[in-house]
């Protein structure tokens, strides 16, 4: 399990994500756009800052740093997003699939310009975990407009995942 288990995170997470797009491309565009209280970003800006994070660490994993993340300037569609997360994901999972070694020291630098050294696992769960924090604050907006994702739970994409191989 141990070395399979950044390619079950990295599956779950892309489950998750399309679970949530799913549920956002049913919004109204003023739905999806609409800023939230507090300074909460919108639907759309939630997700574009998901898919941000997630090429921006995966390219830190690779060797760059990049100084730009993507957001919802870079994306003003929300099928132009979700066109370019399929992309992502697939390389997301080929990344995990070729093998990693999870103490592997990455460094890179923030988009300010910090450098920072950290072990590759560690990363790879921060990616899972910060994943999983903003598409809750995308349910809990898509939820407040009468369009709940359901249960995004890693045991729902376990069970469903061990339907589809027969297990």
Not at 18 to 41: F, N, S
Request: charged content about 15%; glycine content about 6%; aromatic content about 8%.
């Amino acid at each position: 399990m141990a070395a399979n288990v950044f390619v079950s995170a990295i599956a779950y997470t892309t489950w998750a994500d399309q679970q949530i797009c799913q549920v956002a491309a049913l919004l109204t565009p003023e739905q999806r756009l609409a800023p939230q209280p507090d300074g909460v970003k919108s639907v759309q800006a939630t997700l574009a800052h998901l898919f941000g994070a997630q090429q921006v660490w995966l390219k830190r994993w690779q060797g760059t740093s990049p100084t730009h993340v993507a957001s919802i300037e870079d994306f003003p569609t929300l099928d132009g997003l979700i066109a370019a997360w399929d992309g992502l994901h697939r390389d997301l999972a080929a990344f995990v699939a070729a093998g990693i070694d999870p103490d592997r020291l990455i460094t890179y630098k923030n988009v300010q310009g910090t450098e920072f050294t950290f072990p590759l696992g560690m990363l790879v769960w921060h990616v899972v975990n910060h994943s999983t924090q903003h598409r809750s604050e995308a349910a809990a907006m898509c939820s407040a407009v009468g369009h709940s994702p359901g249960d995004l739970d890693i045991t729902v994409y376990l069970r469903l995942a061990m339907l589809k191989s027969d297990v």
